[in-house]
Structure formats: C-alpha cells, structure tokens
C-alpha cells in the first residue's frame, strides 16, 4: 500500500489514534457550510473545514477552493458542499448548483444534478451532500451514498429547524451501517 507518512509519523498517528479512542470512517465529515440571505436580499456563503490531526501535509482544503465547498452569486443564490472532498472537489459542486438554478432549476433539483454528476463517476465511493438557496429563500438539498442528510433551516417565520433527506442512492450506507 503506497502511503505518504514516515515511519515516525506513522507510528505518532497509531498512538494518536489508540490515545484518542476515534475511529476514523470514511463517513466521518466535518465540513459546515452556511447560506445566508438577510431582509434585503443580500447573500452570503461560507464554509468551515476539518482540522483533523495527520492529514495529508500541504493539502489544501476543498471548502477553501472558489465553488467546491461553497459558491454565491447574489442574482441567482448560493450552495455549500460536504463530504468526500478530495473526491467533490473535482466536479466544483457548489458552483455548479447556482448555475443550475440560473438555468432555471429549483435548489433542490440543482443539488440533485450536481451530486448526480459525481456520482456518475464514483458510485461505489462517493459520500457527500449539497444544499443549495435561491436568491427568494426557497431551499433544498441533495445526498449520496448516506441513508440520510440532516440539514437546518433558520428564517424569520419558522425559525429554527432541522430538515432531514433521503439520500438518492443509500446502497453504501445500507451495506455498512
């Protein structure tokens, strides 16, 4: 198996992990993406990303990368992104959900096409979600290879709420857990 770590470091993440008592899963995600739409129109997108100890050194974070882990245009409305980022960043799903909806697509079915894209490519390993917001505060979302996909909602008329989804394809999931 070819890997990236020295012998030393190899064994520091061994003791870490024994230490620590986590046991890492390959769906283990800890990426949060917020959409932000305020009273007069004005949108918002943002991301935090893991910080977890032994990642790979030098990798730049997806959420970090313009479209991948989040994407705004203020004319159309904003995504955010979660999951397996070295495999989503490469399909830019954010992005791709706000063109979607310009193109005239509800949020929920843009979340829907950008997910299936990668999926097309990764089925048997793909784990992540979009959720997506129109400029009007219309909202959805879209997962793969979960059961489900919690997200919350938090506007001026109902609040704070949790919306849980079906995944559109749940075969991994279903298999592991």
Known sequence: MLTLLTNLVAILFLGWKLLSGYNFCRFDH??????????????????????????????????????????????????????????????SPAFLAVELM??????????????????????????????????EGVYGAACYGMKTFPYSIRDSVDKSRTVIIDCLNTSIAELLW
Request: aromatic share 4%.
């Open 102 to 135: 310009r193109g005239g697509m509800s949020p929920t079915q843009a979340a829907e096409e950008s997910i299936k894209r990668i999926a097309s490519k990764y089925p048997k390993s793909l784990s992540g979600a979009i959720v997506a917001a129109s400029k």
């Open 30 to 91: 800890d990426t949060i993406g917020m959409i932000a739409l305020d009273s007069e129109g004005a949108m918002a997108v943002g991301t935090s990303t893991n910080g977890k100890t032994f990642k790979i050194p030098g990798r730049s974070s997806d959420s970090a990368l313009p479209g991948c882990g989040a994407f705004v245009d203020e004319t159309v409305g904003g995504a955010v992104a979660t999951g397996d980022g070295d495999i989503m960043m490469r399909f």
